[in-house]
Structures are given as C-alpha cells and as structure tokens.
C-alpha cells in the first residue's frame, strides 16, 4: 500500500512537471511566432515533446492503473528523473533562445529607427534646399535652353541662306561660263569660216590678177614691138594686120574656152545635160580637179560622200584617211573631208541621208548644214530637217567636230568614242548615230560587238546594225 501510495504521488508531480513543460513550451513557441522567426525545428519539436509527456503521462496512469488492478511491474524513479531533466534542460534551452532572438530584433529596431531619422533629417535639408533653388536654377536652365534653340534656329537660317546663295552663285557662273564658251567657241568657228572664205577667194582673185597680169604684159610688149616697126618700115599696116590676126589665138589659149571647165559638183554635171548615175570628175571652185560619184534624180544631181552596202571596206581609218577619202566609189567608200569641206564652201548645201534595214525598209531624211575646214576639226552644223521621215539623230545647231580614233573632238569627256564604237564620225556621246561603224551581215551576240556596229538609235535602236547607208549633198537653191 505505501509503495502504491508513493508511486502514486510521483506519478502526479511527473505530470504537474510535465504540463509545466508544455506550457513554457507554448510560451516559448508563441513568442518566436510573435518575433517572425522562423525555427525549422520549433513545431515539431513542440510536437514531439508534448507527445512524449503525454505518452509518459498516459503510460504511467495506465501503469498507476495497471498496478492498482494486476499489481504490474512499474517504471523506476531514475528513468523518469532523467526524462524530466532532459525536458527541463530543453525548455531553459528553448527560453534562452528565445531570449536572444528578441534582443537581436530589438537591436534591429533601434538601428532601423536610427537610420529612419536620419533618412528623414536628410530629406528635410533637401527638401528646404530645393525650395529654395530650385526655381533660380530652373529658370536660369529654362532661359539658357531658350537661347541656345533661338541660337541654333537663327545658325539654320544663316546657314540655309548662305547655301542658297552659293547654289545660285555656281549655277549662275556655269551657265555664265556656258554660255560664254558656246558664244566664243560659235564665234569662232564664225571668224575661221570667214577667214577660209576670205583665203579662198583671195586666192581666185589673185590667180586672175595674175592671169591679166600676164595677158597685160603681152599686149604691151606686143603694143612696143608694133610702134617699133611703124617707125622703122612702111610696111606697117600689114604688120599690124597680121598682129590683130595672132591676139585673138593669144588671147584664147590663155583663157580656157567655157567648155573646158569642170563642174563644180555633181548638180553642174546634171545641168550640162547628164543624168546617168556614175562616176564624174569635179573641180569645185579654187582646188583641184577629183573624181565622185553622181546620183542623178528627176530634180537635179547629188554627189555622194558616203556609202556602205556589203562591208568590203574597212571604216575604222584614222585622221589623214578620212581626211583624204579611201575606198571605191562604184563600191563602198568615203569622198574625203577635204574634197566635201571644198565643194560645201561654194553657197548653202543640203545633206541627205537613207538608210535600210534588213527587212529591205528604207528611211530618209535632208538636213540644210554647214561644213568647217580642218582648222575648226570639220566642224558640222546642221538645221532642222526640211524632208523626210527618219527621226533626228544629229543635234542642231551643235558645231560637232569630226572624231577618228587618233583624233579625239567628241563631247564625251572620259571617254573616246571613236575608239570605243570604232570608225570616223561627228560624235555627241557615243549613243545616237554612227553611219562609219564595223559592218555586220547579221546581228552579233556580243553586245559590245553590237555597238560598235552602222546604227542610227531613233530609228532602229542602239543595237541594231543597218544594211545600206548612203549620204550625199546637192547645192539648196537648185539652178535651172
């Protein structure tokens, strides 16, 4: 009975200690949960040890019980000392904890709290800074802002000015400086025409000069001898007879008879009675005598300077070539710029050009123009045309100098179009016309090759090279 007793009250203490425990436990759990720490290992520790009072509790009133009823075998005191030392030492051990935790946070607060005034002491020196300056520093921002885009709008102006009166500037002294170089180089070309005009009939004048020259120096050695013997002998009637009878053969075999003379281009041919097509000696006026070709029409006769047919010769000749004439003239050939500038000096000429394609389509077209000496590079201007269908492929009134590959008179500047297009022609810029090019029986697949062949670009394109061409040229005003 007294050990019942004895263990009975043991067993009371066990669980009054056991619910001290728990409830320091609680404590200890609530005020880390108040802290917002998180111990990974209070809940389940908590968990762990209320289950385990409660288990030692519920075993020892079952033992108590159990005792009290079968008289079991019961826990002993030292097991259940030691449970409750270790369950103390963790609850001390929890509390300590718990308390270091709160001082941490503590100390925490008091830095935060430390930090906030100063945050806010700063915020207030800032604060009454900024009122006070900021308006000054942002006006005189403002001002600054406003002046430098009033500066920069009125350098804009300044600078758009100035590119307007440069831009005008230049293009008034390129076309100053063009119209200057058009209106000395015409002028020019004016003056050389004149000047060779001028030689020419100086030298015709003075031919005749010296013709009556000498017929005036035969007379009056004839006239001398004829006073003589009138002095000297009776006979003078019959001398002076006989010198009336020989000054007329005189007289004749120094002034050819009008059917001597050579016409002066192939329309006088025409006009002398002929009108066969074929080939006739000419002698424009002050140079020598050369063969052409005549193509008579119902209107009158045109001497040919310029054909192409078959390709039998080789246009792509240099300066002296095409300056003397080459070819045949029953054939392919060209007259020569010297004999053409020779017969186009003696009044107005027209130009006529035919053209035929390979579909045996034929075009043509009559330019009034005008033809320089080698001096001005056989400078050609030409009018508008006045007949024909064929599209213009000249320009007029240009003054365009005649071009071989040694000698380079075309207005493309960087590049020669004799050499690039081959063959004698008046070039522009390579692309509108070249009656002398390479002659081509059927179209190249070369497109290079192409270019350099007969074409006229209005007509029939840049590529493609014509069958026939023939050029001639008959006096505007035709005689009756």
């Not at 509790?57 to 000392?81: I, Y």
């Amino acid at each position: 009975t007294n050990r019942a007793a004895v263990q009975t009250g043991t067993g009371q203490e066990i669980a009054k200690e056991t619910k001290q425990i728990y409830l320091a436990i609680v404590y200890a759990h609530t005020s880390i949960a108040r802290a917002k720490m998180k111990l990974p290992f209070a809940g389940p520790l908590c968990i762990v040890i209320c289950a385990a009072s409660f288990t030692k509790g519920a075993a020892a009133d079952k033992k108590g019980s159990a005792a009290r009823e079968r008289r079991m075998q019961f826990a002993s005191w030292d097991e259940v000392n030691l449970i409750a030392h270790g369950l103390l030492q963790l609850g001390h051990g929890l509390k300590q904890h718990v308390d270091r935790t709160k001082e941490q946070l503590r100390q925490v607060g008091e830095q935060l709290s430390a930090h906030n005034r100063t945050m806010g002491e700063l915020a207030g020196r800032l604060g009454e800074g900024a009122s006070a300056h900021l308006p000054q520093v942002s006006g005189s921002l403002r001002g600054q802002v406003e002046a430098m885009e009033r500066e920069r709008l009125r350098m804009d102006r300044a600078l758009r000015g100035l590119e307007d009166k440069l831009g005008s500037i230049v293009s008034g002294k390129r076309a100053e400086s063009g119209l200057n170089n058009y209106s000395i180089r015409s002028m020019m070309e004016t003056q050389s025409r004149n000047i060779n005009e001028l030689l020419t009939r100086m030298k015709d004048q003075q031919w005749q000069i010296d013709k009556q020259s000498i017929q005036i120096k035969m007379l009056q050695s004839q006239l001398q001898e004829s006073k003589l013997q009138l002095k000297e002998g009776p006979h003078w009637k019959s001398i002076l007879k006989r010198r009336a009878e020989a000054f007329p053969q005189t007289h004749s075999s120094m002034e050819p008879k009008p059917a001597d003379k050579l016409p002066s281009d192939c329309h006088q041919v025409f006009l002398e009675g002929q009108r066969t097509s074929n080939v006739y000696k000419i002698q424009p006026i002050g140079s020598q005598p050369f063969e052409a070709f005549c193509q008579m029409t119902e209107e009158g006769g045109w001497t040919v300077i310029q054909r192409r047919r078959d390709g039998s010769v080789d246009f792509d000749r240099l300066w002296q070539a095409y300056k003397d004439g080459f070819g045949n003239l029953t054939g392919e050939f060209w007259l020569g710029l010297e004999k053409l500038y020779t017969i186009v000096r003696q009044g107005g000429y027209l130009l006529r050009i035919e053209l035929e394609d390979w579909a045996n389509h034929t075009e043509h077209t009559e330019y009034p123009f005008s033809l320089g000496s080698e001096a001005t590079d056989y400078t050609m201007t030409v009018n508008s045309p006045i007949s024909g269908n064929l599209k213009n492929a000249i320009s007029e009134s240009s003054g365009l100098g005649f071009s071989t590959r040694d000698q380079d008179h075309d207005l493309k500047f960087n590049k020669s179009c004799a050499k690039h297009l081959t063959g004698g022609w008046w070039f522009t810029t390579c692309g509108q016309a070249n009656l002398n090019g390479k002659y081509f029986a059927s179209k190249s697949r070369q497109r290079h090759e192409r270019k350099q062949g007969i074409f006229w670009k209005p007509w029939k394109g840049r590529n493609y090279p014509l069958k026939t061409t023939t050029m001639m040229i008959r006096p505007m005003e035709l005689e009756a």
